[in-house]
């Protein structure tokens, strides 16, 4: 439907934005954020014609679309603000001190954006981690220009997005390269985008192989640049045993629910589940077993998506000695995924990678482990993840404080008694974790803290109050919280 | 002198730092200090012979060592004590709306340590970016066990200052994989580290290919970690025509000083000074020649880095259309660095990459620009720096801002009328750059900032105020600061 991008074309996106990013860097705090929330109007402004695209597209259902709309609308207004108040700016000063041996200079602080950004849009969430996604949010915050490489899953809904942010990048009176948007179905349009020179940092969601190959690209590059790439996990819950005595069926009530939400297809769907082979856990997986036959399969969100459940699951499935504790009981149509839930023992699990993938869809494993001990054992075998649950009693959590840290070593966001679906969006929030969960754990791609992947500090060394920026100046006009000789403030020196 | 780490020793230093990790990263804050203190006075309790053996084996006059073993210390304890200060953590806490519609649960999120650090000492800073140096001092204070290489042109040093950590480890009563230090002469040794799984970061400051090898082997793991390299930088000055009217030959003088200072082995000398080809320029070069004829050659750390600098410097000169401008009168003897400066045109310059390599001595090339256009279209060819200095009168910068930018785009540390020599220890002081001056711009290798290279963000979501860690409990009993509901306090909630 639409044209993969030219290289011609590519080369002029990069040119714009080199461009760009002279003039957007100098945009103020204010003006910054002024932007950002002109670009959640003008995404509003599109009206219901853009969740019946986005529906079409990606076969979400329409309340659905409408909330991740807000999501992605309150994204860009909450960034913008976190923006302006001007905590992520890490602003610090220390004052001169002359009569040192040698001399202290006059030093002060501030993280400066990297340059242009591409941001690649993720396919299951058409707006929140797309063309006007957090990736592009944070970037804008920060004071990067974007580039754009549509989801060719999605591709008229993020044109559409785009088509937005052009008014706003308009409105604004900037230069249009603040802002471009590229279509590719090929690998070689997101090859290029990030090999250009211009480039200077990368935003991904998605597949492992995908944000794998452009981690690999960006570091292979003569500058390598960051990419941050959020990828795969599995998001194990581990169930204590002290719970399972006290509510094995609600708990497996709560997890049908969380598994099977949007057919599954969230980065942080449960698909790993630890239990203490017991009674309990059998209470568990009987409860469980008996909600996910009578859950309805769903349509997923795209052809490969769904062919990929299928190839997985079944792979998953055939592996030896795990055994299929449930499938939906309604026939799935078309690209419709079945919810199904499988086990396996701790020992033949740890000893098989292939029941460590992302199957992506409504699935969950569960492992059945002899003991605690053989649970840390697990634990310690996982990957990097996303998030990781405990469902465990306050004795639980004291009795097994080795098990406990295990857990936490591994996540990005540490859950008790609760499921991983629902990613809030607030600062404390921490989307990320270890590989391969995602490229860096020192990032998250969800909550304002977001911005920092895309700046870098500079220090003014020596420059006088005239010259330094708002930010850094003596009389601290834009009122934001510093750190001066060591001591946080918001007051003037 | 020292053997080479066998393959067995290497994987128990790695075996031993695991476990350590698991007790280490429970410390509280203060314990945490209170033991990086104890490795400061420790390195005291050394005495003059810490101070003899390193001048054996660097040839660092005693004045300058005793310096730098002053700067050491006091980065141990200065960053101990924003480790207790706690602003390292990044502490945010957004509480519960549980009416919110889906509800919104309890995110309380700080950094936790990310696990052994492999640290590779300087060879130009014996002690300050070398075992107990700066990338010691911030993985200690993040939580995170430590293995030293020990850098084999200084390795009896190292190996005191080792033996000083690990009697703090026994008084403190710690695991003693908490610190491991081994040699290597060999790149194995390093390669081994590198790739070790248990192995979650590097530190590393040095030349552009070791400092190269390694990231590309850390991404090349299964698992990749981060890699903070402090590699290669030429420092560029730019001298502006307002400036150099007023004060040609003070500002030859203060550089020829900054030039020399140390024979030149720092990795902030300024090896590039880029001027507008006029009198004023003449006046520099004549008095900047001055003062080098006069400079005296300076014997240089070790073999190595001498035969590197005779080397560099030759090629530099022999390169077409590059002029001697000056050369130190005095014959160097043995291993004496010789200072020198040459000159090019801009147009020469820009065209040949060798003249932008670092030649790690008392080495600068004068960029004769034919106009302020001609010296940002050397801006813009330059490579990322940890440092970019501007000699300039005030209207000098308000009239040549689209070049100020340009300048401030590639560095770290942006210094105006002053020299980038000298490195002060404090939380304004970005030591980093675009690369190849490091391999990520946007964290620090100097100030308390460092410590965020080795610690990432855990969320925790709905756990009862009991079992939070402490700097996350609703009372805030570290009295740290934090963000709470998007607000800055260091109250209680």
Known sequence: MFKDASVAEIELALQDAWKAFHIYRKLSLKQRADFMRTVAKEIEAIGDELLQVAAEETHLPEARLRSERARTMFQLTSYGEACERGDWLEARIDTAIPDKTPPKPDLRKMLVPLGPVIVFGAANFPFAY??????????????????????PAHARTSELVAQAIHKAVKAAGLPAGVFSHLHGVSFEVGKALVEHPYTKAVGFTGSFNGGKQLFDWANQRKQPIPVFAEMSSINPVFLLPGKMKQSASETAKLYAGSITLGVGQFCTNPGLIIGIDNDDLQTFNDALAGEIVKASP????????????????????????????????????????????????????????????????????????????????????????????????????????????????????????????????????????????????????????????????????????????????????????????????????
Request: aromatic fraction near 6%; glycine fraction near 8%.
């Open 298 to 493: 769903g349509m997923m969100l795209n052809t490969g998506i769904f062919k990929n459940y299928v190839e997985r699951r079944a792979n998953a499935l055939s592996q030896e000695e795990v055994a299929t504790v449930a499938v939906s009981a309604a026939d799935p149509q078309l690209e419709e995924g079945a919810p199904t839930i499988a086990s396996v023992t701790a020992p033949v699990f740890m000893q098989n990678p292939i029941l460590h993938q992302e199957v992506f869809g409504p699935y969950s494993l569960i492992v059945k482990c002899r003991d605690i001990a053989e649970m840390q054992e697990v634990a310690t075998h996982l990957e990097g993840q996303l998030t990781a649950t405990l469902m465990a009693t306050e004795e639980d959590i004291l009795q097994h404080e080795s098990l406990v840290e295990e857990v936490k070593n591994i996540c990005g966001r540490f859950i008790l008694n609760g499921v991983p679906t629902g990613v809030e969006v607030c600062l404390s929030m921490q989307h990320g974790g270890p590989f391969p969960a995602t490229t860096d754990s020192r990032f998250t791609s969800v909550g304002a803290d977001g911005i920092k992947r895309f700046a870098r500090p500079v220090a003014f060394q020596n420059w006088s109050n005239e010259l330094l920026p708002a930010e850094l100046k003596n009389e601290n006009p834009l009122q934001i919280w510093r750190v001066v000789n060591n001591e946080r403030s918001r007051s003037g020196i």
């Open 130 to 151: 797309s063309t006007a996604g957090g990736d592009t949010a944070c970037a804008f915050a920060a004071g990067c220009p974007v580039i754009v490489k549509a989801h």
